[in-house]
């Protein structure tokens, strides 16, 4: 990484400090990072939903979906960390990245790494840093010394930031209804366990299942990559290497 071409301020933070750095950037970069999410994930997505719900039912596919997250979750950092370096990708370009990184990193993402508790600090590192065996090893080690517990705390946190979400979202969803309209509410949630659901509820389901997780889940992975550039920061003194730099140009500049 070259640290001169960051947009953001690079300098020490505290931890939920750093966390909240995420958080900025995820905001700053909001329309490349979910044009990019619509372009690469909302398919695989929806065609999971619709077909894991017509063989198992809407339960089993967001366990499928969930179970598949590591995957969505390399496409904000993606983002982010391009634009952190100042080039913002367009949706077919971050479609094109993505489907390499899910093609190469599938079978780990999936298996030895999915109940990763500290997933979104650590995914920069299977990502970004090119390492495999003892080096990962050793430089996952030197990064999660005192950070681990605050990114397993966001995970949690965020956990329960998308499940709220969910909720509200289907909870919201009687009193937008048109007035007048007699729709059995309980009948189709009733419908949800027994197989019995009408096809425009799964869908409803379904969408309101997808607005949390593209709500909560770059924010989620933004905060892990805030916290992944500040444990850099103290370790590579980042900040220092930076002010000296512009030290050295001022004095070549005052010659």
Request: proline residues 4%.
């Amino acid at each position: 990484m070259d640290v001169e071409r960051a947009t953001g301020v690079v300098r020490p933070r505290g931890q939920w400090e750093a966390v909240d750095f995420g958080f900025a950037l995820a905001r700053a970069w909001r329309r490349p990072l979910w044009r990019a999410w619509l372009a690469a994930v909302a398919p695989v997505w929806w065609a999971v939903y619709a077909g894991v719900t017509a063989l198992a039912g809407p339960w089993w596919a967001l366990a499928a979906l969930w179970w598949l997250r590591p995957l969505f979750s390399r496409v904000p950092l993606l983002v982010l960390s391009r634009a952190l370096f100042g080039e913002v990708l367009g949706g077919r370009a971050a479609l094109r990245e993505v489907l390499r990184l899910w093609a190469r990193h599938l079978v780990a993402d999936l298996t030895i790494r999915r109940l990763d508790l500290a997933r979104s600090f650590h995914l920069p590192v299977y990502q970004l840093e090119g390492l495999s065996g003892a080096a990962r090893r050793r430089r996952l080690a030197a990064l999660r010394q005192d950070r681990w517990g605050t990114a397993a705390a966001l995970t949690l946190i965020s956990l329960v930031l998308e499940t709220s979400a969910f909720l509200a979202a289907l909870a919201l969803a009687p009193a937008l209804a048109p007035e007048g309209l007699r729709i059995d509410w309980g009948g189709h949630f009733r419908g949800l366990f027994v197989g019995e659901a009408a096809g425009w509820f799964l869908a409803l389901f379904g969408a309101c299942a997808f607005a949390a997780v593209t709500l909560v889940e770059p924010f989620y992975v933004g905060g892990g990559f805030g916290l992944y550039l500040d444990r850099r920061t103290h370790l590579e003194g980042w900040d220092v290497e930076l002010a000296f730099r512009r030290l050295a140009r001022r004095i070549e500049a005052g010659r």
